[in-house]
Structure formats: structure tokens, C-alpha cells
């Protein structure tokens, strides 16, 4: 800002592109009270903004939670005689859509695209308003929209359009539809990738179709679309569910073979849990010593899930350590975590030890239900005053 008064005082002239560099610097930032500042001395000075300044600073503040603000810039725009483009109108639909004010973002298509004529949309605008649809539940809607974009104004759908037209469906468990629909994708020459095998594989898996999730899962690494670790997390979450652990282990040691998909926290988290369910509760335990040993650091649900295995598998001590680390590293236990935990020490007498745990339930906010009270009945014979 400094160097743009210096040119002011020396005469030199300061072009609206100039500008727009430095309120998209000062967005990128953060700054967006200092970039509406300039905007604002823009309009009082010599070199008036133009739409792409204002598209910025929307951007910006859409991008950043500020919706309201967002829009009441649009708004002021264009009873300024600003005409927005599509990129402003786009962007504007997308934060509107991702904080689930579709109604909204539909509006602004409906009323000034297609009654208005303000704006032609592109095939992002559909893009965008499909997969808030889709978000929403909304698909009967979703699927209208996709059969606008080809019908009236011949668009053809992308890789991003099917993907999120497939998930509205298969979200909803309706797989049938979301097959036919990427059966459609590939006969109109449209290359499926990654998400679009993805979003099908995850809803055929949720949807209780493991086998044909698996064999989409081949077909895809088959015509060489690598999967990602959220193609691998998706399956191996659904196999896990199914009680097939043999197939997920596999999928996870396929994994630790690829150099470019590691297992993550997720992956780690949903096998640990399948075993814990499997009563396979060693292998519980031997896959979180492997998981910190390859630097993924456990979350809150691992924590609690090992927490339990170590019960199951009769390791007070271990799972009474492992409890006081979460909490040493910051993570506050759940109500099921405390009374599972309590549960242990009060079947192997460790009642000072119980008490304690007790007691850090409360000072952490939590009232003991009805479980922490059958918990300390059996473990002192007799009701506990709290």
C-alpha cells in the first residue's frame, strides 16, 4: 500500500488492474477489512473499480464464511450499474450452496440467469447447483438440472457434473440410478476418474452391495485410474461394517505397498475397529503400535477404541496408560470412553484408581448417567454418594 501512495504523490498513474492486484494480495491474506477500505476509496477516486474488483473481494469474503457480507456487496454492485460475470455469480452460488443456503443459490439462477437473462450460465453454474442439490437431498431437482444443462443449452456433462449427479443418488442409497448414470458417463466418452468411481463405490458399499463395490474397485485400477486413499478408506469402512475383515486387511495391505496412498488416520481408525468388533483384539493393539510407529498420530476415536480393546483383552494397565496419554495430549475423553475405562478398574479392584477417573469425569463437565452407576455398584457393592 505504502508503494501506491508513493506513486499517487509522484504523479504516477495507479490502473484499476493495479488495484486488483493488491486487494486479491491483501484477500489472500486475510485482509479484508484493509481490501474493502481500498474499494471503497476506489469509488471516491480517480480510478473507479470495475466488475473483477468487486468478483475479489466477494470471492474473498464468500470463501471465509462471510456469506452475508458476500451478498451484500453483489447487491451493492449492482445498484452501482456493475454488471457481475459469471465468475462473480458462480462463486457467489458456491459458498451459498456449501453453507446450505440453496434456496438462495438457486434463486440467483432461476431469477437473474434464466428470467433476467443477466447472465448466461456455464457449465460450472450447474455443476455447482447439482452437487449443493445433491447436498441437500434435493435429487429429483438435481436430476432436472442435469437434463437442463443438455437439453437447453447443450452443454455436455463433465467428469465433475456426473460425479455429483451419482453421489445425489447414491447418498440416498437409490444405487440402481446412480449405475445407470455412470453406465451413461462412459458411453458418452466421458473418462471416469477417481471421485466419479468413488462416490458410486462408497454408496454401493453403504448400500449393502459389497460385492459389485469390490469389482468397480478392480474394474477401476484395471483401466489404470489409480485409487486414492478415499477409495481405499470408503471400502475398506464398508467391508469392515460387513464383518469382512480378511478383505479389508487386504485392501490395507495393498496400501502400505503403494508409495503414493498410505493408510491414513481413517484407514487406521475403521480397521481398529473392525478387529475390536472381530474380538481379534491383539491385532487391535498391534495395528495402533504400527499406526504410531509410521507417524499417524491417533484422534480422540482411536484412542477410545484401543482404550477398550485393552479391556477386552484383560490389559488394565496398558488401556489406564494409554487413557491418561489422551488426556496428557490434549483430548477429552466421551461419557462411553470414562465408563468403559471404569469399568475395567472396578472389575480388576483398582478402585482408587476408579475414583480418580471418576472424578475427572466430573471436574470435566459430564454428569455420570446410569451406566457409571452400575459400573460403581459393582465395583464397590454398594451405592456410591456422588
Same mark, same amino acid.
Given at each position: ?55 475479489? %473481494? $466477494?470471492?474473498? &469474503? #464468500?470463501?471465509? +464464511?462471510?456469506?452475508? =457480507? *458476500?451478498?451484500? @456487496? !453483489?447487491?451493492? /454492485? ?121 462416490? %458410486? $463405490?462408497?454408496? &454401493? #458399499?453403504?448400500? +449393502?452391495?459389497?460385492? =459389485? *463395490?469390490?469389482? @468397480? !474397485?478392480?474394474? /477401476? ?166
Amino acid at each position: 500500500m505504502e508503494a501506491f501512495k508513493e506513486m499517487e504523490h509522484f504523479g504516477c498513474p495507479v490502473t484499476v488492474e493495479g488495484y486488483n492486484t493488491l486487494i486479491q494480495v491483501l484477500v489472500r491474506g486475510g485482509y479484508l477489512d484493509k481490501a474493502h477500505e481500498i474499494l471503497k476509496e476506489m469509488a471516491k477516486g480517480n480510478c473507479l473499480p470495475n466488475s473483477t474488483t468487486f468478483f475479489i %473481494l $466477494i470471492d474473498g &469474503l #464468500g470463501r471465509t +464464511g462471510n456469506i452475508n =457480507a *458476500a451478498l451484500m @456487496l !453483489f447487491e451493492h /454492485m449492482k445498484t452501482q450499474g456493475y454488471s457481475p460475470d459469471i465468475l462473480t455469480y458462480n462463486s457467489l452460488m458456491y459458498c451459498l450452496g456449501k453453507g446450505m443456503r440453496i434456496d438462495e443459490a438457486y434463486a440467483l439462477f432461476q431469477f437473474d440467469m434464466r428470467e433476467r437473462g443477466l447472465c448466461q450460465p456455464d457449465v460450472a453454474t450447474y455443476n455447482i447447483l447439482i452437487s449443493a442439490l445433491g447436498k441437500g437431498k434435493r435429487v429429483e431437482e438435481a436430476a432436472k438440472l442435469f437434463r437442463d444443462m443438455k437439453q437447453q443449452h447443450n452443454y455436455a456433462p463433465t467428469v465433475i457434473t456426473y460425479s455429483s449427479i451419482i453421489q445425489s443418488f447414491a447418498r440416498l442409497g437409490r444405487v440402481d440410478e446412480a449405475m445407470k448414470l455412470f453406465q451413461e458417463m462412459i458411453e458418452a466418452g466421458c473418462q471416469p476418474d477417481s471421485m466419479a468411481y468413488g462416490v %458410486l $463405490i462408497d454408496g &454401493l #458399499g453403504k448400500a +449393502g452391495k459389497l460385492d =459389485a *463395490a469390490y469389482q @468397480l !474397485f478392480l474394474e /477401476m485400477k484395471q483401466k489404470q485410474c489409480e485409487p486414492n486413499v478415499v477409495n481405499y478408506n470408503s471400502l475398506i469402512n464398508c467391508l469392515g461394517k460387513a464383518g469382512k475383515v480378511e478383505e479389508a486387511y487386504q485392501l490395507f495391505r495393498a496400501m502400505g505397498s503403494s508409495p503414493t496412498c498410505l493408510p491414513d488416520h481413517f484407514t487406521y481408525a475403521s480397521l481398529i475397529q473392525s478387529l475390536r468388533k472381530a474380538g481379534r483384539y491383539k491385532e487391535a493393539c498391534d495395528l495402533f503400535n504400527q499406526m504410531r510407529e509410521t507417524g499417524c498420530k491417533p484422534d480422540i476415536l482411536i484412542y477410545g477404541t484401543v482404550i477398550h480393546v485393552l479391556g477386552k483383552a484383560g490389559d488394565v494397565e496398558a488401556a489406564f496408560n494409554l487413557f491418561k496419554e489422551m488426556r496428557e495430549k490434549g483430548y477429552v475423553p466421551n461419557i462411553f470412553t470414562y465408563n468403559i475405562l471404569m469399568d475395567m478398574l472396578g472389575k480388576a479392584k483398582w478402585l482408587d484408581e476408579m475414583c480418580e477417573v471418576l472424578q475427572q469425569l466430573k471436574d470435566e463437565g459430564y454428569c455420570p448417567d446410569i451406566v457409571t452407576y452400575g459400573i460403581l455398584i459393582n465395583g464397590f457393592g454398594m451405592l456410591v454418594k456422588l
